[in-house]
């Protein structure tokens, strides 16, 4: 089973810049790492998605060219660069891991392990 910790949210000025951390119990090349947020009010909705250990990650377009995601495999750490930042990125923010073998989607039922999220929010 694995365990998720997120780190790195904060209150920022749009424009600005945040770096979440999500650090895993455990390691396995088959598994999808997801990036996550919800706003009050509104659905959880998928940021980014990533094959761990893999380069490519998926964005949603709303934040395309705004976000990166990076992997550090030797500490089972995943990083969601956020730049760029806009008071409608205001939101808990968590990481996700799906169970080996499950397909990588945005859809947050593919996912079973969820850290505790971290809020991000961005002033205008």
């Known amino acids: 089973q694995v365990q998720l910790v997120e780190s790195g949210g904060g209150s920022v000025q749009a424009g600005g810049s945040l770096r979440l951390s999500c650090a895993a119990s455990?390691?396995?090349?088959?598994?999808?790492i997801g990036w996550f947020r919800q706003a009050p009010g509104k659905e959880r909705e998928g940021v980014a998605i990533?094959?761990?250990?893999?380069?490519?990650?998926l964005y949603a377009d709303s934040v395309k060219g705004r976000f990166t995601v990076s992997q550090d495999n030797a500490n089972n750490a995943t990083y969601l660069q956020m730049n760029r930042l806009k008071p409608e990125d205001t939101a808990m923010y968590y990481c996700?891991?799906?169970?080996?073998?499950?397909?990588?989607?945005?859809?947050?039922?593919?996912?079973?392990?969820w850290g505790q999220g971290t809020q991000v929010t961005v002033s205008s």
């Open positions: 996700a891991a799906t169970e080996p073998g499950v397909g990588c989607a945005f859809d947050p039922v593919y996912f079973r392990y």
């Open positions: 455990e390691r396995s090349s088959y598994y999808c």
């Open positions: 990533v094959y761990a250990g893999a380069d490519v990650p």
